[in-house]
């Protein structure tokens, strides 16, 4: 089955604790990328790869790394997390760029 | 900025008749446009899109409409059904940055019986 998976579901951590969220695509694609999403402002891209070793800055990657050193998996980190990086975040691939595939969200609180 | 602009947070229509959704861009790069759907507890799921080459596209219910001279696009949904209910996201991604793409703020569609 075609799926993107992210870890984990939920998570609660304190501030300034460093977190990895992972994310695994099973489809071969080239594209991946990272959204957050926030009431009121829809999803907003964090980072996304256009392959293995390229990856370029979306709209908010401030406070956010990433890495693509397999095609399959692209994690994001939060070096030192803030409150105000409490969000829904997903993780999503595809072949073109544009026809996503999402996973089904992380929520994170950041406390 | 916000780029793509959805101005309706919330469309309530009745089972059986149309539902329009409305996005506005400002980005004269932009390409190509796509709708999301997306149910509460899941990732959106990609619904329809169309290129800027055209000025529609159909699949079943579903019909995107792009307007270029305005830098508008609607997706009209008919009939619209209970299982249609959820948030509709517009997108889109420009000519010189394919990995990258802009949503609006999304529209949550409520269909009654």
């Known amino acids: 089955e075609a799926q993107v998976t992210q870890n984990p579901r939920y998570l609660i951590t304190v501030t300034g604790k460093k977190l990895t969220v992972t994310c695994s695509q099973n489809?071969?694609?080239?594209?991946m990328s990272w959204y957050r999403q926030d009431p009121g402002l829809g999803l907003r891209q964090i980072y996304y790869s256009m392959n293995v070793e390229v990856t370029d800055k979306g709209d908010v990657p401030e406070g956010y790394k990433v890495s693509r050193k397999e095609k399959r998996n692209f994690p994001l980190i939060l070096e030192s997390p803030s409150p105000n990086q409490t969000s829904l975040y997903f993780c999503?691939?595809?072949?073109?760029?544009?026809?996503?595939?999402f996973g089904q969200g992380t929520r994170l609180t950041v406390v | 900025d916000q780029q793509v602009k959805q101005n309706s947070p919330s469309l309530s229509v009745q089972e059986g008749r149309i539902s329009i959704l409305n996005c506005d861009y400002t980005?004269?790069?932009?390409?190509?446009f796509l709708w999301y759907k997306k149910y509460p507890a899941e990732g959106p799921t990609f619904l329809i899109s169309?290129?800027?080459?055209?000025d529609k596209n159909e699949d079943g219910r579903f019909t995107v409409f792009l307007n270029k001279s305005a830098k508008h696009l609607s997706l009209h949904i008919v009939p619209s059904q209970p299982g249609d209910s959820a948030v509709y996201f517009c997108?889109?991604?420009?000519?010189?940055?394919?990995?990258?793409?802009?949503f609006g703020a999304g529209t949550q569609v409520v269909v009654t019986p």
């Open positions: 980005n004269s790069m932009f390409d190509y």
């Open positions: 997108a889109a991604r420009g000519l010189d940055s394919w990995g990258k793409l802009q």
């Open positions: 489809m071969n694609h080239e594209y």
């Open positions: 169309i290129s800027s080459i055209k």
């Open positions: 999503a691939s595809s072949f073109s760029g544009a026809e996503a595939f």
